[in-house]
């Protein structure tokens, strides 16, 4: 098991910046990866950012140049840094890990989701 808490959302004006934490009850080492995933009223759940294990990283093309994902592995803490907010940004943003116990079973953990919104 694993317990993911996230924190740092807020309401920003459009340009803004926030920066989401989200910290785990154990070592980051143990999960294949991390990463933050949002979903808008109506929408479904989209994929933000991801950081590896070994510290590769993947962004959605509407957040490429604006967003960094980076993780502290002392503090069992993985950051996403949003720059140049948008309207289109306001969601629930959600922390994920994930495992590899063995092949081809993957386990998802979650946390709570923390609200960002963004005001035009």
């Known amino acids: 098991q694993a317990q993911l808490v996230e924190s740092g959302g807020g309401l920003v004006q459009a340009g803004g910046s926030l920066r989401l934490s989200c910290a785990a009850s154990g070592s980051i080492f143990s999960f294949n990866a991390m990463g933050w995933y949002r979903q808008a009223p109506g929408k479904q759940r989209e994929l933000v950012a991801t950081?590896?294990?070994?510290?590769?990283?993947n962004y959605a093309d509407s957040v490429k140049g604006r967003f960094t994902i980076s993780r502290d592995n002392a503090k069992n803490t993985v950051y996403l840094q949003m720059n140049s907010l948008k309207p289109e940004d306001t969601a629930v943003y959600y922390c994920n890990a994930n495992r590899k116990p063995m092949p081809g079973i993957t386990t998802n953990y979650w946390g709570q989701g923390t609200q960002v919104t963004v005001s035009s």
């Open positions: 950081i590896t294990s070994g510290g590769s990283t």
